[in-house]
């Protein structure tokens, strides 16, 4: 008898099956908006790859058809006709299999070994067991049969193009069962003092504990919680390749990355429950700071981009964080910080200004993480008021830091430069009731329909009044029934699919949510608040959002979506227990 599931339920279709600590996961998502007719073991070591299929068969040995079951801790495929297959993660390399009534077969899902790309299969009898030798990942896929009977093998030590892999008979009067395991070059024969049902159980009460701890406020009043946090424990990877850290990727889909902006919403979500979990979030793009203080584009497995930066959200994230722990940072862990932030910043104050300019500039739209905002319409290397503000906002904190650390001289020096730079951009990039862009190259200024224009909220107390206040009915103007279009939905521009051209992003919502409250405006706060987190319980956690409809977009198991929603979901509880 297996385990009762432990957490919500959900489709592999939109969030894969996966478990905290694993490198890869079972999903029929192969590759970037591709989805293939099978549950597939996708790795993302060396990029995200699809390694091997899992076909579930009839007593026939014919393909069955059969209903997918996903929760946190057991995936099962049930046939028409009665039987089952389950899977559930033993480790993060390891997961166990069983059927009972059903067959399955395990095949390489690359047709053509070359001697640079596919998969190799052979009978490895030192183990005893099946192995898979991916090129692409450079890790071996080693099946052992655990009990049951293999009716058949195809492509032992075959070359070129050949269907490689084993098949699993239905019993009709017993079940099968095998351990699949990604490892390296070898490890001692698979063995387990665990029956599947015991696995079942951890796997459920592992998620149960995690869920329990990030958000122990959860109630009816938000239902999206566990989901939310089941994206987030699922994505997270033990450290591995240049990711030195136990790490949250975006996503178990195509998005496999860590993006220099993108982590700091899962560090602020899981700062009340995992401190130690949301640090390391927080500094694992500053593992690999340059020379010049920049932080990298992204960071996975097997690769670190320098093409671009992110913007500079991380002065304003780490005074949230430290005050989200529930132990605050030592003065090591605070001198540590404060040298990194402090390198950041000088990059944007010598790097990305021009000789005598007062204010940064961006370089492309993707520096911004904003990609093709049309605020980047008529030309890309371009002074935003959105920068500066981020910059402002990083410039106190670290004149906090510095107080804290009693480096008093310091702290003067950052005041100091946060004041010119605001009083700069008030003075070049208002005009009168907006703000606006200007070319580094031309000098040429202009407004756009972007929701970015009116970033600079997030300055919050930091704004004179009328200024906020202008920024607020500007911002009131790009709510849609959902939440926060990026692009007015009035400007011919707007796409309904067109990434930071008018869908709803969580970032934007936290970021634009947080500056209005610190300003003042609770009511247009709360009402953003509510839309937003109303759009992820009906539509799940998507990369972004149809504006007008709320369809989910693109990715759709985007952690940074289901740590905005914890974020605001656990803001709005507290608030309405006081």
């Not at 297959?85 to 690359?110: F, I, K, Q």
Request: aromatic share 10%.
């Amino acid at each position: 008898m297996t385990a009762a599931p432990s957490g919500p339920a959900f489709s592999v279709h939109d969030i894969p099956f996966s478990t905290h600590g694993s490198w890869f996961d079972i999903s029929p998502v192969v590759a970037e908006k591709t989805y293939a007719d099978d549950l597939h073991l996708v790795s993302h070591q060396n990029g995200m790859h699809a390694v091997l299929r899992l076909v579930p068969l009839d007593p026939a040995g014919g393909r069955a058809e059969s209903g997918l079951r996903a929760t946190p801790g057991l995936l099962t495929w049930t046939g028409e006709g009665g039987g089952r297959v389950d899977l559930a993660y033993e480790t993060p390399d390891t997961v166990r299999l069983r059927g009972s009534g059903l067959g399955m077969t395990v095949t390489a899902a690359a047709p053509v070994l070359t001697p640079f790309s596919g998969t190799y299969f052979f009978h490895d009898p030192a183990a005893g067991a099946h192995v898979f030798t991916s090129y692409e990942t450079g890790r071996r896929y080693r099946v052992t049969v655990l009990s049951g009977t293999v009716a058949d093998t195809a492509g032992d030590q075959a070359l070129g193009s050949a269907e490689r892999g084993l098949t699993l008979a239905a019993e009709a009067d017993g079940s099968w069962e095998i351990a699949v395991e990604e490892l390296d070059t070898a490890r001692p024969r698979f063995t387990s003092s665990a029956t599947f049902d015991e696995v079942v159980e951890a796997a459920g009460r592992s998620f149960t504990e995690f869920v329990d701890t990030v958000a122990p406020w959860r109630s009816s009043a938000t239902p999206a919680a566990e989901l939310a946090a089941y994206v987030l424990w699922s994505a997270t990877v033990r450290p591995a390749g240049l990711v030195g850290r136990p790490a949250v990727l975006m996503s178990k889909h195509w998005m496999d990355k860590v993006w220099s902006w993108d982590h700091c919403f899962n560090a602020l979500a899981l700062a009340t429950g995992c401190p130690d979990l949301a640090l390391d979030q927080f500094a694992l793009p500053f593992d690999h700071q340059d020379d010049t203080g920049a932080l990298p584009d992204s960071v996975t497995h097997s690769e670190v981009l320098h093409n671009f930066v992110k913007p500079p959200i991380h002065g304003w994230t780490f005074g949230h964080l430290r005050r989200r722990l529930p132990t605050p940072p030592d003065r090591a862990e605070l001198t540590d910080t404060y040298d990194k932030l402090a390198r950041w910043t000088d990059f944007w104050l010598t790097e990305r200004r021009t000789p005598g300019a007062e204010l940064a500039h961006y370089q492309h739209g993707n520096d911004s993480g904003w990609d093709n905002a049309t605020t980047f319409d008529p030309e890309r290397v371009v002074a935003t008021a959105d920068l500066s503000a981020f910059i402002v906002l990083q410039l106190h904190e670290l004149a906090d830091l510095a107080r804290e650390l009693d480096r008093p001289d310091e702290a003067g020096r950052w005041t100091r430069t946060a004041d010119e730079i605001q009083s700069a951009l008030l003075a070049q990039l208002w005009r009168g009731d907006r703000f606006v862009a200007r070319g580094v190259a031309t000098g040429d200024t202009w407004s756009s329909s972007s929701l970015l224009d009116l970033m600079p909220i997030v300055l919050g107390e930091h704004l004179p009044g009328e200024i906020g206040s202008a920024l607020a009915d500007h911002i009131k103007a790009h709510l849609t029934p959902y939440g926060l279009a990026t692009e007015l939905t009035t400007s011919p521009h707007y796409l309904a699919d067109g990434y930071w051209r008018g869908p709803i992003w969580a970032p934007a919502t936290v970021l634009v949510e947080d500056g209005l409250r610190r300003a003042g405006h609770h009511r247009l706060a709360d009402d953003i608040s509510a839309r937003f987190r109303a759009l992820c319980e009906a539509h799940g956690f998507a990369e972004n959002f149809d504006a007008l409809t709320g369809t989910g977009l693109r990715d759709r198991a985007y952690t940074w979506t289901a740590s905005s929603y914890l974020i605001l979901a656990e803001a709005h509880t507290h608030r309405s227990e006081t």
